[in-house]
């Protein structure tokens, strides 16, 4: 069965710090990979998506994620965070048929000053 | 651009009672979903659909029912509203499978509804 692994709930970073939340992932077939964010009191929001092709994948707000299939991985980065990032990050693995999804646990993010 | 609509953003309910959370999207998506979220435990599928008048069970789908009468909407009820129901409802729809894309795989989110079970 397809799963995601979210390491801790919170990650704290200084405005302009390299931000890096990570995704791994167990599938028995070839995964397609989402991540999600979820502004406060909103809903998800598709920042980027890995189906076929490139490895590594931008999305929206700067950010971007590479797939690596030997270390079953699909971490999210973003050069330099700035304070509207600050969010709840959801990762998810598209499970069987009709796109259902199993989403991680999430990872709250916080940017400081 | 996609737009999938919730019926309430808050809703404040006491035990035993009948809800109806209500979701519509405008893009003829054949999937539609309802997930809850609570904190540390992420989303998780109650019920999903794939057609109208079809549905499947999701992860956690007891004390919940769904109904589908029309492609556009995607109805979660609880029979008998439970303190333990008080979440974060989330619906969201995706294009349906067969398409020959496996990128239209994404799913899109309404804004969700807070619900207090008092």
């Known amino acids: 069965a397809q799963s995601v692994t979210q390491l801790g709930s919170h990650v704290s970073v200084s405005e302009g710090a390299l931000v890096l939340l990570r995704c791994n992932y167990s599938s028995s077939v070839p995964p397609y990979l989402f991540w999600y964010v979820q502004y406060p009191n909103q809903g998800l929001q598709l920042l980027l998506k890995?189906?076929?092709?490139?490895?590594l994948v931008k999305g929206i707000n700067g950010f971007e994620a590479e797939f690596k299939k030997s270390e079953t991985s699909f971490h999210l980065t973003k050069p330099s965070a700035h304070m509207s990032d600050a969010a709840e990050y959801f990762c998810a693995v598209v499970t069987g048929a009709n796109s259902k999804l199993t989403f991680g646990k999430g990872i709250t993010l916080s940017v400081r000053p | 651009d996609v737009k999938v609509t919730q019926s309430s953003r808050y809703l404040v309910k006491r035990t035993g009672e009948k809800v109806f959370l209500e979701c519509v999207q405008d893009m003829d998506h054949e999937n539609m979903f309802w997930y809850r979220q609570d904190p540390g435990l992420g989303l998780r599928l109650i019920y999903f659909s794939y057609d109208v008048k079809m549905k499947e069970k999701g992860d956690i789908p007891e004390g919940y029912s769904v109904s589908r009468e029309k492609k556009e909407r995607f109805s979660l009820i609880l029979e008998s509203a439970s303190t333990n129901q008080t979440s974060m409802y989330l619906c969201a729809s995706s294009f349906g499978v067969g398409t020959g894309d496996r990128g239209r795989d994404t799913q899109y989110f309404g804004p969700g509804t807070r619900l207090t079970v008092l």
């Open positions: 890995y189906t076929t092709g490139a490895t």
